[in-house]
């Protein structure tokens, strides 16, 4: 006899480093390339049987690789085109260990906390940008 067994789980996301609901409503859908980024860092990889995804985290800061349309983490020393910001990944994503592209919100209009940005974040690293965001 099979007995199916239901189990919830609630996770509740991390949103520190928004300074404001201001732009949260006009989002932009990206495409995250996952070998871009770190583990430990950018998202959190499963240890719970019970919930076999990963967790990308809110609030890492991105921009657009140039030759693939896809997203990358921002670094202002690169030369793909993630030295440009493009914006904040709004909210966090679960997706399969095996997953090579994540889809994404990007906050590119809004008030970010740096403080509290995951992987840290310097303004002053930012010298082009396509994003409108205040910074507090």
Not at 16 to 30: A, K, P, Q, Y
Not at 32 to 48: E, N, Q, V, W
Not at 105 to 131: Q, S, Y
């Amino acid at each position: 006899m099979l007995q199916p067994i239901t189990t919830q789980l609630n996770v509740t996301a991390n949103i520190e480093w928004l300074g404001g609901r201001h732009g949260t409503d006009d989002t932009d859908t990206i495409t995250l390339d996952i070998a871009k980024f770190t583990t430990g860092i950018h998202y959190t990889p499963s240890t719970d049987s019970r919930q076999p995804y990963s967790l990308f985290k809110s609030g890492v800061p991105v921009g657009k690789i140039t030759a693939s349309g896809l997203y990358g983490p921002f670094d202002k020393a690169a030369t793909d085109g993630r030295q440009v910001l493009a914006g904040f990944v709004m909210a966090e994503t679960l997706f399969a260990p095996t997953a090579t592209k994540i889809p994404a919100a990007l906050l590119w209009h809004g008030i970010v906390r740096v403080a509290k940005v995951p992987g840290g974040f310097n303004p002053a690293d930012v010298t082009t940008t396509n994003a409108q965001i205040r910074y507090v």
